[in-house]
């Protein structure tokens, strides 16, 4: 069974996402301050976060970092669920490595949408049978979520390895902010597309030479982003 982790120090809130959870079959473990969540989440190594980030003992920021910088729990998906709602925390979570950011109040409905599609696994367009992807130096071994530049391992988180994957199918596309949001991360076309932004800056870091001046992924300016193709 599906295992998360729901960190908040209200209890209200908390039985709220407990009942929503539970009722569509997940298993759901508590926390109610910053040091038993890392505890938790490196004793039982859940498959989703759901961090409040107003803790007590740590905040949740500070928890989301010692995750992602935890071998053992920096590949678990963070949702932020938060009542901070400036666009500064929103941009700090994601930079830290959450996946996605929920402001309280919240819809139980579309909490629970955003935790089935943090949890998706990647899947293959219709029609594409590619367990291994080799595009140029790039070399992606997609069923075992493995990412190689020239031969060389390159550890990337979920939603970067999504990101990545969709890039290389549509090289030499102009692919609006609005439509990457919703191919990697179900959103409609609403949602803040700062999280698409964040993910391709993490993504240049670690496939750019330079990442000040990208040559692989390129910033359509006003629109979103194009893969160079690559000609062998």
Request: aromatic share 8%.
């Amino acid at each position: 069974m599906t295992k998360i982790l729901v960190v908040d120090d209200e209890v209200a809130i908390q039985e709220l996402v407990r009942y929503n959870l539970e009722r569509s079959g997940f298993e759901v473990l508590t926390a109610p301050d910053g040091p038993t969540a890392l505890a938790k989440a490196e004793q039982t190594l859940p498959d989703l976060i759901i961090l409040d980030l107003m803790l007590p003992g740590i905040d949740g920021l500070e928890v989301c970092r010692r995750l992602k910088a935890n071998k053992a729990t920096a590949a678990i998906p963070i949702i932020i669920l938060s009542a901070k709602n400036d666009e500064l925390d929103k941009v700090l979570g994601l930079e830290l490595g959450a996946d996605d950011y929920v402001t309280k109040p919240f819809s139980p409905r579309e909490l629970l949408a955003r935790v089935k599609v943090c949890l998706r696994r990647l899947t293959l367009p219709d029609g594409i049978d590619q367990p291994r992807l080799q595009v140029g130096p790039f070399l992606m071994e997609v069923q075992e979520y493995r990412f190689y530049i020239a031969n060389t391992a390159i550890k990337l988180a979920p939603k970067e390895f999504e990101l990545m994957h969709y890039f290389l199918l549509n090289a030499g596309k102009v692919l609006r902010r609005e439509l990457l949001l919703q191919k990697i991360w179900g959103y409609d076309y609403s949602a803040d597309t700062r999280t698409v932004d964040v993910h391709v800056r993490h993504l240049r870091e670690k496939i750019e030479p330079d990442p000040a001046n990208p040559i692989y992924i390129e910033t359509i300016r006003r629109v979103g982003y194009r893969f160079r193709e690559i000609v062998d």
